[in-house]
């Protein structure tokens, strides 16, 4: 057995060194966004995602490897570890592999099995199994076991004593690991998952009612249908269960696996049929019930690490999204009966004014709203005004719309923001901390408007569930969940670098090396000391001492400090390469950072140390030619169709503008103004074949859509962003009814763009089935 470093090496694809390497780093307490930036010569420039997937392993190989020290153990106490069982359990690479080799030597409650060992039948057991010449009946006869004094147990007949004998062979079988194993991939490969509606539970159910009679191959079901259907069966509207190769349960090639596996064949002899009925036996009542559980489990995992990594790729896209940059802000929040708040923000973010405004029902002062904002707007020198995309965001869009052009003069740019999460950032106890002054309704537009000004800043006060750019995320193991968009908010907090003399206190915890408690220590310390000069004086901050020092200075940046190389992402602790650079040159720090002609022209091994190699000086030197890069996109937004403001002002054929709010593996949500989202099947994304969605858009993208279709009733709309086709054509083309059979179901690429899926899945094909309507519901939080 290869020790962990090689095994995780050999997953990854690398040296087993840099394994080692980074290994002693995490161990050492580093973080992972530490070690991919400045210890590239350590690992040999292992990327942040190549070690968090490292970190993911090591996790689990430490814990395999513990559990496989506890099975040793136990079985060892139990005096029945052989060689052969110590090095298989060694050589276990998988928890469920080391299960599987465990489960015959588990403390389990009495069985069948046992009291039939405890009479004495397990010789009759391996009698008939290792000669069928002789006959089960006869044999029997030898085994019988009068009743106890109270007239129970013992074996009184040849039957009873062949009942036994066969729990025995069943439970023996149900407990091979090998066996357990072949039948397990060969299940996972070949076996069906039927959904049934539960009798009676029609017309709750209906948003399921696409699955009320579905059959797939298992090991096909994409994540997100998979999750739709355990969500069912929690509901008690779904019932699943496999189907093996016969409707009634039965299984022959399952069976002929376990009769090899124990040398059974069907012959002449006496004991064929008592031993054929045992296997028979042993497949229906244990083996396939035992494997229709861990099927379940198997697909439920990988539905939910799927879904898990979807949530954190798109959490991570619009995290990253284009900031507006340090402009005064307004934001609203939209209402109807308690009006529009309205908070305004400066370039740093700080609240300037606030106000509620009632254009609608049941007030109707629209004049009053305008020249309440125009007043604002005016007196702040406002650039930018953030409405909220929820109900009555369109309304609110269009009262804006009307201020500009009524006051031309105001260089106002309205853009619809998502305002997922505000109301929860609204009532957290950070909000009331931050913005004490303030109403909860009113700390709603301050969040929509500071998130426009910079998505990340702001986004990281939001617990990242409440973001709402998941899929099923309620139906996922909550604990990776948590862990994993965590990891995500880390490495793009860190990504971008901090301002530690502005960063909130919910930003600065994000901040490689910095805890929650360390982050308010910062804050207070800014408080009450003013704005920090330079890195150094960050070890003044109570209980930030040289190791968190190490971990967060190379991504805080301090502008306008004391060293200009403190508002760039080199670490203080590579000063002195920087320092033989300005030696050698004769330039100043401010002449040379910026100066890419002579940065160019340098040779990066010239600077290199015991330290510091070329992977490093490379970073600095590109550091110091645009030194605080910020690597998020250019700022610009989606430009909404006027008087497209409802569904009912939709038309198939219609082309518009929206923003992706959410990338799904079957597809994209768009928001095109209209306060429900639309979706774009993954067939509609491109004119050729799509493998997963995120090749062609990201959440925060700008694209220009076609309708395709409107479903009124459900509110739900139907999306391509294939501009050149046609409503009808296109419904075909996305598969969903092929006119023309497998010629209608190919793209212009010639290529079948179908969900592969078999029996079932072409419902999964419409973008309005249930599936869609499913996510819609989760994404707007419900």
Not at 258 to 277: M, S, V
Request: hydrophobic share 40%; glycine share 8%; proline share 6%.
């Amino acid at each position: 057995m290869t020790d962990i470093p090689h095994q995780i090496a050999e997953e990854l694809g690398v040296q087993p060194r840099q394994v080692e390497a980074s290994v002693a780093l995490l161990d050492g307490g580093a973080t992972v966004p530490f070690i991919a930036r400045y210890r590239k010569e350590a690992t040999g420039g292992l990327d942040d995602s190549q070690l968090r997937r490292l970190e993911e392993r090591l996790t689990y190989l430490r814990e395999l490897a513990s559990r496989r020290e506890t099975v040793l153990k136990t079985i060892r106490d139990q005096g029945k570890l052989t060689p052969q069982l110590e090095t298989d359990i060694r050589a276990a690479d998988s928890k469920t592999r080391l299960e599987d080799l465990y489960r015959p030597y588990q403390p389990k409650r009495r069985t069948k099995a046992q009291i039939a060992r405890e009479l004495g039948l397990e010789p009759l057991a391996d009698s008939l199994l290792e000669d069928p010449s002789q006959a089960p009946e006869a044999l029997a006869a030898d085994y019988l076991v009068p009743a106890g004094p109270d007239g129970k147990g013992g074996v009184p007949d040849a039957q009873a004593a062949l009942d036994g004998a066969r729990q025995i062979l069943m439970e023996r079988f149900a407990e091979d690991a090998e066996l357990v194993g072949r039948l397990r991939e060969w299940a996972w490969g070949n076996a069906r998952l039927r959904s049934r509606v539960i009798e009676g539970k029609e017309r709750e159910g209906a948003k399921f009612r696409d699955y009320f009679e579905h059959e797939e191959p298992l090991a096909r079901i994409p994540s997100h249908r998979a999750l739709a259907l355990f969500r069912g069966q929690s509901e008690d509207i779904l019932q699943l269960s496999l189907i093996w190769e016969g409707e009634d349960g039965e299984s022959p090639t399952a069976e002929g696996m376990i009769a090899r596996r124990f040398g059974i064949r069907h012959g002449d002899r006496p004991a064929d049929d008592w031993l054929a009925r045992t296997v028979r036996m042993s497949w229906r009542v244990k083996l396939s019930l035992q494997l229709e559980l861990a099927l379940k489990r198997r697909l439920r995992e990988a539905a939910e690490e799927e879904a898990i990594r979807v949530f954190g790729r798109n959490l991570n896209d619009l995290l990253l999204a284009a900031p507006a940059g340090a402009v005064a802000t307004m934001g609203l929040d939209p209402g109807i009966r308690t009006g529009v708040k309205v908070a305004v923000v400066d370039g740093t973010g700080k609240v300037v004014d606030t106000a509620t405004v009632h254009p609608f029902p049941p007030r109707n002062d629209r004049n009053g709203a305008l020249a309440t904002l125009a007043g604002l707007a005016k007196r702040h020198a406002v650039r930018l005004v953030a409405i909220g995309n929820g109900t009555h965001s369109r309304e609110t869009d269009a009262l804006v719309a009307e201020l500009m052009q009524a006051m031309p003069e105001l260089p106002l740019t309205r853009v619809t923001v998502s305002e997922a999460g505000a109301s929860v950032y609204s009532a957290s106890e950070y909000a009331s901390r931050e913005l004490p002054e303030l109403d909860v309704a009113l700390r709603g537009a301050v969040s929509i408007a500071r998130r426009l000004q910079d998505p990340l800043a702001e986004l990281v006060k939001i617990e990242p569930k409440a973001i709402g750019v998941g899929q099923y995320q309620h139906d996922v193991s909550q604990v990776k969940l948590a862990r994993t968009l965590d990891n995500v908010v880390e490495d793009c907090v860190n990504a971008v670098g901090v301002d530690v003399n502005t960063a909130s206190a919910p930003l600065l915890a994000r901040v490689a090396g910095l805890t929650p408690a360390l982050a308010e220590n910062v804050v207070s310390h800014r408080d009450r000391h003013g704005p920090f000069p330079d890195r150094k004086t960050l070890l003044e901050v109570q209980r930030l001492g040289p190791k968190a020092y190490e971990q967060c200075a190379g991504f805080l940046r301090i502008r306008g400090g004391r060293n200009p190389l403190d508002a760039s992402a080199v670490h203080p602790e590579a000063y002195p390469v920087v320092e033989r650079i300005l030696k050698d040159s004769g330039k100043s720090i401010d002449q040379l950072i910026g100066d890419s002609p002579f940065l160019q022209r340098l040779e990066p091994a010239r600077y290199t140390d015991d330290q510091f190699g070329e992977p490093t000086v490379r970073d600095i030197l590109a550091e110091l030619d645009k030194p605080g890069r910020d690597p998020r996109p250019e700022f610009r937004t989606a430009r909404f169709r006027e008087g497209v403001n409802t569904l009912q002002d939709l038309a198939p054929g219609m082309v518009l503008e929206g923003t992706v709010t959410n990338v799904t593996n079957f597809g994209a949500f768009v928001d095109i103004g209209v306060h429900q989202d639309g979706l774009v099947h993954i067939s509609a994304l491109a004119e050729r074949f799509v493998r997963d969605p995120h090749e062609v858009v990201k959440a925060g993208d700008i694209v220009k859509v076609k309708v395709m279709e409107v479903d009124l009733e459900r509110k739900r709309i139907g999306l391509s962003m294939r501009l050149d086709d046609e409503p009808g054509e296109g419904r075909s083309r996305r598969g969903s009814k092929p006119a023309d059979g497998a010629a209608a179901r190919r793209g212009k690429g010639g290529k079948d763009n179908r969900p592969q899926g078999g029996r079932g899945a072409r419902r999964e094909e419409k973008p309005m089935g249930a599936m869609a309507e499913a996510l819609a519901a989760l994404k707007k939080g419900q």
